[in-house]
């Protein structure tokens, strides 16, 4: 890894310019420091790359034809950047699309860095109520998200609240308890690492350590 200067062009049109406010540290981005990621063993993806999907930042500057965002505004950006014109991506499906880029992990630069560029179609404004430092966790929060969608196929949507155990207390089962309580289910975290599991003291989600 290397720290290093790059210069820094205006966003074309359809771009935008990112001012990077909160990044943060992903397995992947350790996988990818360790040569360990699937998509570099397998050609898929290739170094050097700027590491970082879980960020949130300032619209530095926004290029022609991008209008729903403008200077200034708080943002986040989506990861998995298809090219949206597969019929993948109009099933709205981009990680089917053979040629999506993922920022930060395929032929990407991503968020370690002060400013990065990207296609506007990707980039969503936050509201005002929402902070920098928390939106930062937006891409892991999808990945519950899509997660849980998925298990209502299993679970029907007209059911009450269940009796949920989430196993393991790291950020993405962190959050999956957090949502889960938050839609009115009953929750059970467990986790070997008794540090992982404080957060939840004191509140309504149960916590055990074997």
């Known amino acids: ?5 790059r210069p820094l062009r205006k966003p074309s ?11 943060g540290v992903c397995a992947t981005d350790l996988e990818i420091l360790d040569g360990n990621l699937g998509y570099y063993k397998s050609g898929m993806a290739h170094y050097p790359i700027v590491c970082g999907h879980e960020f949130s930042g300032t619209v530095a500057a926004a290029g022609a034809k991008v ?16 090219c949206g014109d597969c019929a993948e991506c ?3 499906n981009p990680i089917g699309c053979a040629r ?15 400013y990065l560029l990207t296609p506007g179609r990707f980039v969503h404004a936050i509201p005002s109520t929402l902070t920098l430092e928390k ?24 059911l009450g609240p269940r009796r ?10 962190h959050l999956t308890a957090l949502v889960l309580a938050q ?18 003291a004191g509140s309504e989600i149960s916590a055990q350590d074997d």
């Open 13 to 23: 049109p359809g771009e935008a310019l990112i001012r990077v406010a909160y990044q």
């Open 183 to 200: 839609r009115g289910h009953q929750v059970t975290v467990f986790d070997k690492n008794p540090q992982r599991l404080k957060p939840f």
């Open 135 to 158: 939106a930062c966790l937006c891409e892991p929060l999808a990945v519950v998200l899509k997660g849980l969608r998925r298990l209502s196929r299993v679970w029907g949507v007209s």
């Open 100 to 114: 999506r880029r993922e920022l930060g992990v395929i032929g990407a630069d991503g968020g370690y860095a002060e």
């Open 164 to 173: 949920c155990a989430v196993i393991g207390a790291g950020p993405i089962g």
């Open 1 to 5: 890894a290397a720290l290093e200067e």
């Open 67 to 82: 209008s729903h965002v403008k200077e200034g505004d708080h943002v986040v950006v989506e990861c998995i950047q298809g």
């Open 90 to 92: 109009k099933a709205q």
